[in-house]
T-cell receptor, first 110, second 113 residues
């Protein structure tokens, strides 16, 4: 089976840096994706790692260690609009079957 | 480009009723999926399709049927609604070359009483 673990909630102040961790257990792992979802909205894609290392996209970076079955999303220069839920997702052997974590609610305070 | 569209936005059903949730995309994506999201939870895959005429089951397929007769459309049918199917349903699509980047529709909020 598949399982993903994320912290349920994280709080940080505007301008700070926050890291959201994700550990996974899965068969046929292909890659780790990250999605953002504001309350009442649809998930939107943020980042993807297929190989070990860091991927940077503006203020957001994502890291993967396949040997540790671990990844994280790093958000820099936090803004109030970053308050949302963040989900990690793994893709399986056939690359279109995705399993999502339960999400981390990020609260950004002024 | 409208992206991924879903109808209806809201629906209330009585136990035992059937209905179809509609999903369409105009990005010529071959891959499409249906997810459900329960309060405070992540998304769980119901069914997915890698092209017209090809569908397969996800994590939680029981009580749902799908078909894919065109690239654009991927309807989800609830056969006999149950209160346990109260949820928000999201449809998503992606291109095979970047299937990790899924585009989600706005969701259908379904309540079964």
């Amino acid at each position: 089976g598949q399982s993903l673990e994320q912290p349920s909630e994280v709080t940080a102040v505007e301008g700070a840096i926050v890291q959201i961790n994700c550990t996974y257990q899965t068969s046929g792992f292909y890659g780790l994706s990250w999605y953002q979802q504001h309350d009442g909205g649809a998930p939107t894609f943020l980042s993807y790692n297929a190989l070990d290392g860091l991927e940077e996209t503006g203020r957001f970076s994502s890291f993967l260690s396949r040997s540790d079955s671990y990844g994280y999303l790093l958000l820099q220069e936090l803004q109030m609009k970053d308050s949302a839920s963040y989900f990690c997702a793994v893709s399986s052997y056939n690359f279109n079957k995705f399993y999502f974590g339960s999400g981390t609610k990020l609260n950004v305070k002024p | 480009n409208a992206g991924v569209t879903q109808t209806p936005k809201f629906q209330v059903l009585k136990t035992g009723q059937s209905m179809t949730l509609q999903c369409a995309q105009d990005m010529n994506h071959e891959y499409m999926s249906w997810y459900r999201q329960d309060p405070g939870m992540g998304l769980r895959l119901i069914h997915y399709s890698v092209g017209a005429g090809i569908t397969d089951q996800g994590e939680v397929p029981n009580g749902y049927n799908v078909s894919r007769s065109t690239t654009e459309d991927f309807p989800l049918r609830l056969l006999s609604a149950a209160p346990s199917q109260t949820s928000v349903y999201f449809c998503a699509s992606s291109h095979p070359d970047s299937s990790y980047e899924q585009y989600f529709g706005p969701g259908t909020r379904l309540t079964v009483t």
